[in-house]
C-alpha cells in the first residue's frame, strides 16, 4: 500500500507541471491524510487558521497520506504536508521504506509533536525480566506486536536490532510471535496467550484499555539507550504515558518510552518568508488549535524541534530563535 501511495504521488508529479513556484508563492498546497481522518481534520482547520492570520495566503487542504507525503514535497506537488519522523528521516536518506528511491533532500521540518502516538511495551503477569533482559536472554517467549509491515511492527524489528536479534534469532530460542491487528493482541492478552507485548496507539489505547479490563499486567519504561539508538538511527523521539493514563498497567507512575511524532514537513524550495509567517502564525494561535483536533492540546513550539528527524527550516528557525526557544 506504501508503495502504491508513493508510486502515485511520483506520477502525479508529471500533472502539476507548470504550477505556481514554491519559494515566491502565496498559495500553498497542504497535504494531510485520508479524507475523515485525523490528519485531514488538522490540515482542513488549521489552513483555514493560517489564512485568516497571514493577510493574502492561500492554504489548499488536500489528501494524502504518511508515506506518500514527503514524496510530494521533494517532487514540488506540495509546499506542506504532515508526516510521521520514521518516515521522514527515511525519506531524507533513501532507506528503509524509501530504499531505491534518491534521497529527498530538499525535505525540512518546521515543527513536530501534532498529536503523537507512544509505544507500548507490556509485561504479563507472572514475567519478571526486564527489556534488555527479555532479548538477551529469554526463552520460550510468547510475544505480540502489530501486524507485518505496519509502522510500529518495523520498530519492532528495529527494537530487536538494537539487542543483535531478530525474529529468527529469538525463535531459536523457543520464542512465538504474535503479530496482529490491536483488538485480536487485547483478546489474545486477556486469554493468557502473551507472555509480553510491542506497539503503538494514541492516549488512551482502547485495546491496553481492553487488556486491563481482563488481566493485569505493567508497562515497563523504555530503556534510555534503547531510546538514544532510535534516535541516532530511526530519527525517532520520547516522551512520555502520563500517570493515571493506564490505572492497572501503570498505577500513579509515568512511564518512559519512544513516541511516534507527527511532523510538519515543507521544502528548502519554499521561502524564509513564507515559513516564517506560517511557523509565527501556529505558535501565536497555539490556544487554538486543541479547537481543530484534541490531539493538538499538547502541542508546544518551544519543544516543537527539539527532535529533528531532517533539518528544521530557516524559516521556521528564524521564528524560534526571535522567541529564545533555539540559541545559537
Known amino acids: 500500500m506504501l508503495k502504491r501511495m508513493i508510486v502515485a504521488a511520483g506520477m502525479a508529479a508529471g500533472l502539476m507541471a507548470g504550477a505556481l513556484a514554491p519559494a515566491g508563492a502565496q498559495t500553498v498546497e497542504w497535504r494531510g491524510g485520508s479524507i475523515g481522518g485525523g ?9 483555514k487558521l493560517l489564512e485568516d492570520k497571514i493577510p ?103 527494537l530487536l536490532a538494537v539487542y543483535g536479534q531478530t525474529y529468527d534469532s529469538l525463535r531459536a530460542r523457543g ?14 492478552y486477556r486469554d493468557g496467550q502473551l507472555d509480553y507485548a510491542f506497539f503503538a496507539l494514541g492516549l488512551p489505547g482502547s ?40 490505572p492497572r498497567f501503570q498505577g500513579t507512575r509515568e512511564v518512559k518510552t519512544l513516541v511516534m511524532a507527527t511532523t510538519l514537513v515543507t521544502s528548502s524550495d519554499v521561502s524564509e518568508d513564507i515559513v516564517y509567517k506560517i511557523t509565527k502564525a501556529i505558535c501565536e494561535n497555539v490556544a487554538e488549535l486543541p479547537r481543530i483536533h484534541g490531539s493538538l492540546k499538547d502541542y508546544r513550539c518551544e519543544t516543537a524541534i527539539a527532535n529533528r528527524p531532517v533539518p528544521v527550516h530557516p524559516g521556521a528557525l528564524r521564528y524560534y530563535r526571535e522567541r529564545g526557544w533555539v540559541q545559537g
Open 56 to 158: 493574502g495566503m492561500t492554504i489548499k487542504a488536500v489528501p494524502g497520506g504518511g508515506a506518500a507525503n514527503p514524496v510530494a514535497v521533494q517532487q514540488g506537488q506540495a509546499q506542506l504536508a504532515m508526516s510521521i519522523d520514521i518516515f521522514a528521516a527515511m525519506a531524507a536518506s533513501g532507506t528503509g521504506t524509501y530504499q531505491g528511491r534518491p534521497a529527498a533532500d530538499k525535505l525540512r521540518m518546521i515543527g513536530q509533536s501534532f498529536g503523537d502516538t507512544p509505544y507500548h511495551f507490556i509485561r504479563a503477569p507472572g514475567q519478571t525480566m526486564d527489556i534488555a533482559t527479555l532479548f538477551k536472554e529469554g526463552r520460550n517467549i510468547r510475544f505480540g506486536g502489530a501486524n507485518n509491515g505496519a509502522t510500529d511492527e518495523i520498530a519492532l524489528r528495529w
Open 39 to 47: 490528519w485531514y481534520t488538522i490540515v482542513s482547520g488549521a489552513a
Open 207 to 246: 485495546a491496553v484499555v481492553d487488556m486491563a479490563t481482563g488481566r493485569d499486567g505493567e508497562i515497563l519504561d523504555i530503556p534510555q539507550d534503547v531510546m538514544d539508538a532510535f534516535k541516532q538511527r530511526h530519527g525517532m523521539g520520547s516522551g512520555v504515558i502520563p500517570a493515571g493514563t493506564y
Open 175 to 188: 520464542w512465538r510471535f504474535q503479530l496482529a491487528a490491536y483488538g485480536d493482541l487485547a483478546a489474545a
